[in-house]
């Protein structure tokens, strides 16, 4: 937790990321409230697509609403946006954000030019979303 404020960009992104990936532990729930916040806070004033995408993953897994950046110009943080588990099957303007990645998989593989995408999609379960069958 303390990371999340540090002066160093990437320190506070890995810091993000780590959060989102703990956010549902018991021990956690307490503190969902007022991470969610914070990490709200923290992408509205991201400087790059991918600290914005990493801190999108965070937010969805702290039960936020990732709904306003599904229609940024960046391909990558549409995506991240459209993976909240809130979303992912009951939005229509995620589901569509997702059918577009369907279409174009090279698209969102080259939206953060030499970056990996965050870190947090390489877990199974994303990948599951990312190439699995969507629900009607």
Not at 90 to 106: F, H, K
Request: aromatic letters at 8%.
């Amino acid at each position: 937790l303390p990371y999340l404020a540090s002066e160093r960009a990437r320190r506070r992104t890995c810091a993000a990321a780590a959060v989102g990936s703990l956010a549902r532990h018991p021990a956690a729930a307490a503190q969902c409230p007022e991470l969610l916040k914070q990490m709200t806070s923290m992408a509205q004033a991201a400087d790059s697509s991918y600290d914005l995408a990493t801190f999108l993953i965070a937010i969805g897994h702290l039960g936020g609403d990732t709904r306003p950046w599904l229609t940024d110009p960046h391909a990558g943080v549409r995506v991240c946006a459209a993976l909240t588990p809130g979303l992912a099957y009951d939005d229509y303007t995620a589901n569509q954000v997702l059918m577009e990645l369907a279409r174009s998989p090279q698209t969102f593989g080259k939206s953060f030019g030499d970056m990996a995408p965050p870190f947090q999609l390489q877990s199974k379960s994303y990948w599951d979303l990312l190439t699995g069958p969507r629900a009607s």
